[in-house]
C-alpha cells in the first residue's frame, strides 16, 4: 500500500510562483511512475506532469513552460515547481503514484488547493 501526502499550496498573486512537494510511504519500486494532476470544479482531472523511475517525463505541453517536475527516488518524493502562475492554474493538485507494469497500483494523495489571485 502507498500513501501521498501533498503539501506546498495557498495562494499566491499572478505572477508569482509556488513549489509543491509529494511525499510518498509504502513500496515505491521502480515500475513506479510519479505524476501531479489538477482539477477544478466541474472539469475532469488533467496530467500536468509525470516522471518515471528512470527520469523520463511527460508534460501537458502548455504547461511546460512554466512548471517543472522532479522527483527524489531515494526520499520517494515528487515535487513540481511552477513559475509565472496565471489565475487560470487555480486548482486542487493531486500527486498520483502508478505502477507501470501493475495497473491495479494506482495511488492518489488529498490534493492540495493552488489559488492565484490578486
Known amino acids: 500500500q502507498v500513501q501521498l501526502v501533498e503539501s506546498g499550496g495557498g495562494l499566491v498573486q499572478p505572477g508569482g510562483s509556488l513549489r509543491l512537494s509529494c511525499q510518498a510511504s509504502?513500496?515505491?519500486?521502480?515500475?513506479?511512475?510519479m505524476a501531479w494532476y489538477r482539477q477544478t470544479p466541474g472539469k475532469r482531472r488533467e496530467l500536468v506532469a509525470a516522471?518515471?523511475?528512470?527520469?523520463?517525463?511527460n508534460y501537458d505541453d502548455d504547461l511546460r513552460p512554466r512548471f517543472t517536475i522532479s522527483r527524489d527516488n531515494a526520499k520517494n518524493t515528487v515535487d513540481l515547481q511552477m513559475h509565472n502562475l496565471k489565475p487560470e492554474d487555480t486548482a486542487v493538485y493531486y500527486c498520483?503514484?502508478?505502477?507501470?507494469?501493475?495497473?491495479?497500483?494506482?495511488?492518489w494523495g488529498q490534493g492540495t488547493q493552488v489559488t492565484v489571485a490578486s
Open positions: 509504502g513500496n515505491i519500486d521502480s515500475t513506479y511512475a
Open positions: 498520483n503514484a502508478f505502477s507501470l507494469t501493475r495497473e491495479e497500483d494506482d495511488y
Open positions: 516522471m518515471s523511475f528512470q527520469g523520463n517525463t
